[in-house]
């Protein structure tokens, strides 16, 4: 999508603190974090969102949750807990409609967010 500010970080038009490069997926810091560490990682393909996806996608949504998980890893969160969060529409909290997961920790989190 050429107006989709993740897709251009994932072709490297747009600069960003990569975390990890896989083929299928990218991570990177979030630049408005919301938390002391706060990743995104998103599948190099377009995907609107979670409720877009398809069954096709689903050996790449595995990549992308575990790629969350090595994430946390690398950010020092896997002792301590970290949450890992998909938003979806508007309503859910989703202000760039390229599917990603947040990957946040650093500090206790509350329950419910928002």
Request: net charge neutral; hydrophobic share 45%; charged share 20%.
């Amino acid at each position: 999508m050429p107006d989709c500010l993740f897709c251009k970080i994932a072709s490297k038009e747009i600069p960003a603190e990569i975390l990890l490069e896989k083929a299928e997926v990218l991570a990177f810091r979030d630049i408005r974090p919301a938390a002391p560490r706060h990743a995104l990682v998103i599948p190099r393909a377009h995907i609107p969102g979670i409720h877009e996806a398809e069954a096709a996608h689903g050996p790449m949504l595995g990549v992308l949750l575990l790629t969350a998980r090595e994430v946390a890893e690398q950010l020092g969160l896997g002792d301590g807990g970290y949450r890992l969060v998909v938003n979806q529409g508007r309503d859910g909290g989703q202000s760039v409609f390229h599917l990603h997961c947040h990957v946040i920790g650093g500090r206790p989190l509350a329950w419910p967010p928002g």
